[in-house]
C-alpha cells in the first residue's frame, strides 16, 4: 500500500510511518495540513492517515478540501478528543473511518486496510493461512484436511483473526467485532474464547497458529 | 472621564432609592395638599351658598312683615347691603311682571342672567363674579313679589388663594427635605449591602474560609447573606472533592508511570538479549493500556461533574443491550465455574446511549462474576413496571462475597475499593471507579442505581432506567425464557447470532464509531 500520513506530533508520525514501512508499505509522513493537502493532489495515495489537529490547515479542512475536489482517497482521521461532534463531523466531511488517540497500531493498520478493500471490492469467499482454510459462504473450517467444528463465535474470532493473518489484533478490536462494545475492564473476556479456539484448531497439530503477542493481543500465523 | 463617574453615581442603588423616595413622597405631599385645598374651597362655598340663602330668606321675611310700609322695607334692605359691603351684598325687587320696584346702590352693572336659568329654583347660581339666588313671595295677602341677592365670590376665592400660596411652601419645603432623609435612609438600607460585597470581593478560591457575618435582623439581607454564606459551603465542599479526586487520580496514574520507568530504566542500566528488551517493552505496553484506561475513565466522569456526558436520546431496545452483555460474558463465566442465569427478559425502550448502558450492564456482570466464588451464581433479570412510574428495572443478582456493611456508605465514592482480600486477587484490580462511573451513568439516564448486599450472602444491584415515552408499556410480561442455565441461553443465543452472523459478517469494515470508553 502507498500511504500518506499528515500528522504534526514527531512522535507519533515516526511511531506510524516506521510501523508501516516495516509491514512493506510504501509511507510519505508530512506534518502540516498545506503540505498533507498539496501531497494529496499531486499524488495517488491507497489511503490516507489524517490527524484532526494540524497546523497551517485544519484535519477538517484538508478533508473537506479534498472531497469538494473529487479526491476520493479513503481517509482514517486521527484525533485526541473523540467527542460525540468530533466524529460526526469528521465522517460527515467525508472521512472513512476514524480512530481516537491513544490507539493501538495494530487497530490503525487493520483500519487501514478495511478501508482500503473497502474501496477495492469484496472480500475473497475463502481465507487460507498455511493449512488453515476458512470458507465464509459455508461457514466451514478445514485444517489439513479434517474438518473442525465450531460456535459461531468461534468461527466470527477465527475468521477475524485470518483476515488479518500474520498482524496482531487486539483485545479491544476482537470485543468490538464479536459483541460490537469495548470491554476496558481487567477481566479478560476475549481468553476464553481463544482458549476454545485454540483447543479447536491447533489440538493435534505439531505447529500451533493462534499466538498470543504479550501486551498486543492475538495473532494467527503459520510460524 | 466625568461623565464616568456622574453615571456610576446615579447608578448606584442608594441614588436611585432615593429618588424613587423623593418621588413618592412628592407625589403623596402634592395630592393631600390639593386635596386639602379643594375640600376647604368647596367647604367655603358650601358656607357662602348657605349665607346667601339665608339672607334672601331674611329679606322675604322682612317684606313679608313691613309690607305694605314699602318706605320702611326699603330702609331696612339699605342697611343690610350696607352692612355686607365686604361680600358686596347686593338686592333687586321685582314686581310679578319682573319690573324692578327697588335695587340696592351698590348693585353692579351686568345683566342679569335669563330668566328661566334663575326661575324660582332657589339654588344660587354662578354669573360673572357673583353668586346668585332669586326666591318668590308666596304668602297669602302679600304682592308676588321676586326678589334677587347676589354677592361676590372674590374674597372667598382670595383666602383659597393664601391657602395654595402656603401649601406651595409647605411643599417646596418637602421637594427640599425628602431627598436629603430619602438619601440619608437608603444609605442606612445599602450599607450591609456594602459588607456584602467587600466581604465577598475577599474570598479567593484558595481561602473559602471566611464568611458573611450575620446580623441577626433576619431581614431579606440577612438572608442573602445566610444564602451566600450556603453557597460558599458547598463550593468549598465541592473543591475539597474536587482537590481529593485530582489526588486520586494523579496517583493512580504515577503507579503505572512508576511502573514504566523502573522496568525502562533497569533494563537500560545492562545490555540485554533480545528477548528480555521484548519482555520490558511489552510490560511497558501494558502499563500503556492501563494508562489509557485510567484516563479514559477520568475524561468520563469530569464530563458527567460538568453535565456535558454525551448521551443519545434516542429510544433504544435496551434488553438487546442487556443480552448482548450477557453474551459477552457468558464465556468469563463458564471459564470461572459460575452459573449465569438469565430468568426474564422483558422488552424495554428507554431513551439513551446504547454504548454508555451497554458499559454499565458490562461492569455489573463483570462485578458479579469476580466477586463470587467458583460454583455459584448470578441472576440477570430485566422486566418493566409502571408504579411509581413507568420504567425498566435490571436486577444482577450473586451469591458472591458481598460488600461488608461498613463499606456500603462508600461503594460509589470515587477510587474506593473495598477489602483487597474479598475476591480472586488478580483478577479483582481495577481502578475503583467503576461503580461511580455506572452511577454517573444511570444519573444522566435520569435513573437510578442501587445496591443491596450481605457478607457472604450475596449482592444485588438494581438498576432502573425511565422507560422511553414511545415505547408501549408492557407491565409484568411473562418471561421470555423459562429460568435458562448458561449452557441453555448460550445454545439459544448462539443459534440468533448464527442467523445475524451473515449480515454482521463484515461489521468492523463498515465505517462505525470507534466504541466509547468502557470501565
Known sequence: ?223 | MQFAQLKEIFGTLRFRLTAWNTGVVLCVVVCALWGVRESVRFSLWLEADKQLMEDAQEIRLTIEQLYPDTEQIYKVLDRKTISHTHRRLYVRIFDEQHRLLWTSPNAPAIPFPEEDSLNNSRKPISHDDFRLIQMQIDKPGRPPWIIRIGSSFAPLEADVANLTRLMLVVGIVVLMLSPLGGYWLAGRATRPLAEIISTTARLRPNSLSERLAIRGTQDELDQLSITINSFLDRIAVYLIQNQEFTANAAHELRSPLAAMQTSLEVTLNADRTESEYRETLADVLAECENLRVIVNQLLLLSESDTGRLPLGIDPITYDITVEKSVQMFLGVAEAAGITLHVTQLAEANVDGDPGRLRQVTNNLLDNAIKYTQPGGEVWVELFTQNFPAPQAVLRVRDTGVGIPAEDMPHIFERFFRGDKARGREKETRGTGLGLCICQSIIHAHSGEIDVFSRQNVGTTVTVTLPLSAHSPVSPHRPPIFEPLTSTALRAQMMKQAAEDRKTAEEKLSVSRNPAPPTA
Open chain 1, 1 to 223: 500500500m502507498d500511504l500518506l500520513v499528515v500528522e504534526d506530533d514527531p512522535v507519533i508520525g515516526k511511531a506510524i510511518r516506521q510501523g508501516f514501512m516495516e509491514a512493506a508499505h510504501e509511507c510519505t509522513w508530512v506534518k502540516d495540513g498545506i503540505k498533507g493537502l498539496e501531497h494529496a493532489r499531486s499524488q495517488q495515495f491507497d489511503a490516507i492517515i489524517l490527524d484532526l489537529m494540524l497546523p497551517g490547515k485544519s484535519g477538517l479542512d484538508v478533508l473537506s478540501e479534498l472531497r469538494q475536489e473529487g479526491i476520493r482517497t479513503p481517509v482514517v482521521l486521527l484525533t485526541a478528543l473523540g467527542s460525540v461532534e468530533e466524529r460526526v463531523a469528521g465522517l460527515t466531511a467525508g472521512a472513512d473511518d476514524y480512530l481516537v488517540k491513544p490507539f493501538a497500531f495494530a487497530e490503525l493498520m487493520a483500519r487501514v486496510d478495511a478501508v482500503c478493500r473497502r474501496s477495492g471490492g469484496r472480500p475473497a469467499p475463502t481465507r487460507t493461512v498455511g493449512d488453515l482454510c476458512l470458507d465464509l459462504a459455508t461457514r466451514r473450517v478445514i485444517r489439513d484436511g479434517v474438518e473442525i467444528d465450531l460456535t459461531p463465535t468461534e468461527f466470527s474470532l477465527l475468521e477475524f483473526l485470518m483476515r488479518y493473518a500474520g498482524q496482531p489484533v487486539t483485545r479491544k478490536m476482537l470485543c468490538e467485532h464479536l459483541w460490537e462494545s469495548d470491554w476496558e475492564g481487567a477481566t479478560n473476556v476475549i481468553e476464553v474464547h481463544i482458549n476454545r479456539l485454540r483447543g479447536k484448531v491447533d489440538r493435534g497439530f505439531d505447529r500451533s497458529m493462534i499466538h498470543t503477542i504479550r501486551g498486543r493481543g492475538y495473532a494467527i500465523r503459520t510460524t
